[in-house]
């Protein structure tokens, strides 16, 4: 619930921005925007996550979201709302997201018994994955439906109800010693985490491979097909609305499905699998908006095959999601895990952000299909290049 709310209020935000200005460039800006505070605040949330009560952080976070939350919705009510304010709140939000998610990524062996590790991550990264693909969908309807002003109030509460849940959570006992690593410096502890990556093979180049396919696969569907379907095709509330909606089906239903597959097969094979699936598919979707772009295709029956498309590619990226978090919670020792987890989702945010900064700029400058392709053909290489470096040694 907590991530879901951050995600949709950044897309809802960005949607402002988009309708205001018109430009796919600003409208990147303040989806990539969050390139700042990864750089410098992942680092010290990694560690402050290895070191305390790590629901306890999340709990603080939320609560001072909430704040920030409802007197914004309640200042945009009275004020009118500059894009200037729009990327100031996203920074302000996103500061406090670094420090939720760096504990979020290391809390579940300190809340399940090691031998149900592997089934709690599927769990948790079902519902990771139906966030990530549904909040540009459910930002979109809450736009279309509610004012601004009442879609801050509206995260803002979910933040509220999350951080209430979060309290009736018990903690096992902490499964490490970390009194003798809180006496040492921020900067010690944060190389401890470094090392430990540097020295396991696999993340030493996984932490390359992640973040280039985050970076494509975010920016396709973040920016150049939102970009697409509202400012290329013009889809009235309706059609954009039914889009949202069909697609929002999928990703709640395939994590059902999938699930409990996915604990029992090999989470790598997963990754390599769906990764280049992922890159056919949205090569199809780039073929399609060609032809809808260039008048050989009704644009009704390209946003149809986009529309199914788009749910083959759901169908793929939540398994793909679940694959990353077991591969990390099952493979990275515990007491680093904080920092391991936040250095990886450092490196993979900072593709994003810079993904979406730039197909922003090449989708106002170039036809959108252009980066579509683009996407497709970045995720391929990628997919190959994971594969050429761990699939065959397992």
Do not use: H
Request: hydrophobic share 55%.
């Amino acid at each position: 619930m907590a991530m879901s709310a951050s995600n949709i209020l950044q897309y809802v935000l960005s949607l402002y921005v988009l309708d205001v200005t018109g430009s796919a460039t600003l409208f990147a800006s303040i989806l990539s925007i969050i390139f700042f505070p990864r750089m410098l605040l992942a680092p010290i949330a990694g560690v402050l996550a290895d070191r305390g009560r790590k629901l306890k952080m999340m709990s603080g976070v939320l609560l001072g979201e909430a704040a920030v939350l409802l007197t914004g919705g309640v200042l945009v009510y009275s004020v009118t709302f500059t894009t200037v304010g729009v990327f100031l709140l996203v920074i302000l939000l996103e500061m406090g997201e670094v420090f939720y998610n760096a504990s979020e990524a290391a809390v579940i062996p300190e809340l399940v018994s090691a031998d149900v590790v592997s089934e709690a991550v599927t769990a948790s990264k079902a519902d990771d994955g139906i966030v990530a693909v549904l909040s540009p969908m459910v930002a979109a309807l809450l736009y279309t439906k509610l004012q601004l002003s009442f879609a801050l109030v509206l995260v803002g509460g979910l933040n509220l109800v999350a951080c209430v849940l979060q309290k009736s959570i018990r903690e096992k006992e902490i499964l490490y010693d970390i009194s003798e690593r809180t006496k040492n410096s921020l900067f010690k502890d944060f190389a401890e985490g470094i090392r430990a990556i540097r020295e396991d093979d696999f993340l030493k180049n996984f932490i390359v491979i992640l973040p280039v396919i985050n970076l494509f696969f975010g920016a396709t569907f973040s920016v150049s097909i939102q970009y697409l379907l509202r400012n290329i095709f013009r889809l009235n509330n309706y059609a954009y609305g039914t889009y949202n909606s069909v697609t929002a089906f999928v990703s709640v239903l395939i994590p059902v499905l999938m699930a409990r597959f996915v604990a029992k097969w090999k989470a790598k094979c997963i990754f390599s699998v769906t990764t280049k699936l992922i890159a056919v598919e949205i090569g199809m979707i780039g073929l399609v908006t060609t032809l809808g772009v260039i008048g050989k295709m009704p644009v009704y029956a390209a946003v149809i095959a986009i529309t199914i498309l788009d749910c083959m590619t759901i169908a793929e990226a939540i398994p793909m999601q679940m694959a990353v978090g077991i591969i990390l919670q099952t493979g990275v020792e515990a007491k680093v895990l904080g920092r391991v987890s936040s250095i990886l989702g450092m490196a993979a945010s900072v593709a994003v952000a810079l993904g979406e900064f730039l197909f922003g700029v090449i989708s106002d400058v170039f036809p959108v299909y252009i980066s579509i392709f683009l996407g497709a053909a970045g995720i391929g290489v990628a997919s190959v290049l994971y594969s050429v470096l761990f699939m065959k040694k397992d």
